[in-house]
Nanobody, 121 residues
Framework: QVQLVESGGGLVQPGGSLRLSCAAS????????MGWYRQAPGKERELVAS???????NYEDSVKGRFTISRDNTENTMYLQMNSLKPEDTGVYYC???????????????WGQGTLVTVSS
């Protein structure tokens, strides 16, 4: 099983930016798709963005135009660039590997520890 380690979270003011990283323990080139999830306090984990092997991306409506998902196969790393952050973006962010089904991306790998993003003034 590949291990994924999230990093890059922190405290940021509303309107600020952060870039999250998801480092894999081995090559990610073979992965069908990868995705970022977040879990806000008291809420269930939700999919934020996904990217397939060909670079096709998909975003949850609330982050469209503000977040950008990308993957660097040479660095075995996936990223989430988050701009114009809002307090409602606060939560623990997780990455995972998975596949694209007719209903969208579904995580199939092991969950890591996540990285905490707090958007507050």
């Amino acid at each position: 099983q590949v291990q994924l380690v999230e990093s890059g979270g922190g405290l940021v003011q509303p309107g600020g930016s952060l870039r999250l990283s998801c480092a894999a323990s081995r090559s990610i080139f073979s992965f069908n798709a990868m995705g970022w999830y977040r879990q806000a306090p008291g809420k269930e984990r939700e999919l934020v963005a996904s990217i397939n092997r060909d670079g096709y991306t998909n975003y949850e409506d609330s982050v469209k135009g503000r977040f950008t998902i990308s993957r660097d196969n040479t660095e075995n790393t996936m990223y989430l660039q988050m701009n114009s952050l809002k307090p409602e973006d606060t939560g623990v962010y997780y990455c995972n590997t998975g596949a694209i089904f007719s209903t969208g991306f579904r995580a199939l790998g092991l969950w890591g520890q996540g990285t905490l993003v707090t958007v507050s003034s």
